[in-house]
């Protein structure tokens, strides 16, 4: 490799395990661990987005775990200028560090950045915002796949404000958000090794039951109850916490709010799955296997050396 500093990526589908790997070979490599799960930067928001538990994060040194209010907007390029800066202070100590989390957008923003977006008039967003409140996310999802079947098919159709931002974009300039995304990709001062857990999806299905009810168990309920005030941020549009604040509103009874996440959670999984099977960079390990952390520190060593 043409440089000392690396950028380990470790990718995969929701409850494949990432978090522990990450820490052994952040300890096996004597180094830190940065998030890129969007939804654990929010501090608000830990029993349903399953962040670290508080003697993993004791064992290794973690960023962007809790960096976030759920008041606070912010995007993939954001995340994209921070962890670059973030990279930067860190590589002047350590060699190799460590990028792990399920939010594929936000790791193609490290490792390959974004062009830039033009700012659009506020009406229309607003406007938008209105057209979800009136006829439901259904009807946007339409629109985009009308306006925009290339970003359609790759974006997580069920993220609102995904959504609404392409559609923004769409109608402010007359032109599709897939436009201007770049075709290729940014240099960057550092080599990345990308490694992705996997496993059979009947066992990987059944690892995202038990931690929904694992979940339920540790009080997401309540989590998500004190959060009701706040139900209309952007933030809390998410798994977990979508289907809860139907079941306080009535429209359903717990069990089958509970279900619906575990449903909605399994889909999620899938969609993550199509989003990193597409990376051809990716080196893909079985994520339950006895001698994982061998296999992946071996991997990296000779990717290294």
Not at 19 to 37: G, L, M, R
Not at 97 to 126: H, M, N, Q, T, W
Not at 139 to 157: F, M, N
Not at 177 to 182: A, E, L, M, N, V
Request: proline share 4%.
């Amino acid at each position: 490799m043409n440089s000392s500093k690396t950028l380990i990526v470790i990718a995969g589908p929701t409850a494949s395990g990432k978090t522990a790997a990450a820490i052994e070979i952040a300890k096996h490599y004597n180094t830190v661990v940065i998030s890129a799960d969007s939804r654990q930067f929010y501090r608000e928001m830990s029993i349903g987005t399953a962040k670290p538990t508080s003697r993993e994060l004791n064992e290794v040194k973690h960023y962007f775990i809790d960096s976030l209010s759920i008041a606070e907007t912010y995007t993939a390029g954001d995340y994209e200028k921070q962890c670059l800066d973030l990279l930067e202070e860190l590589f002047k100590t350590h060699p190799l560090v460590v990028l792990a989390g399920g939010s594929g957008l936000f790791i193609k923003a490290v490792c390959e950045g974004f062009d830039e977006f033009p700012e659009v008039d506020p009406d229309v967003r607003e406007r938008l915002n209105n057209e979800l409140t009136n006829y439901g996310l259904t009807h946007l999802q339409e629109k985009l796949k009308t306006v925009d079947p290339d970003y359609s098919s790759s974006v997580d159709i069920s993220n609102p404000q995904r959504i609404i931002r392409a559609l923004e974009v769409f109608e402010g300039t007359g032109r599709p958000y897939s436009s201007y995304r770049k075709l290729t990709s940014n240099n960057r001062p550092f080599n990345i090794i990308k490694l992705g857990l996997n496993m059979e999806r009947p066992v990987l299905y059944q690892r995202i039951n038990q931690r929904v009810d694992d979940m339920v168990r540790q009080g997401l309920v309540d989590e998500v109850k004190s959060l009701l005030p706040y139900r209309q941020l952007n933030a809390l549009n998410t798994v977990g916490y979508s289907e809860l604040f139907d079941y306080f509103d009535g429209k359903t009874d717990l069990n089958t709010a509970i279900e619906l996440i575990k449903q909605n959670t399994r889909r999620f999984a899938k969609r993550q799955m199509t989003w990193f099977g597409k990376d051809k960079e990716i080196l893909w390990f079985k994520a339950d296997s006895q001698t994982l952390i061998h296999d992946m520190s071996a991997m990296i060593d000779s990717a290294l050396f």
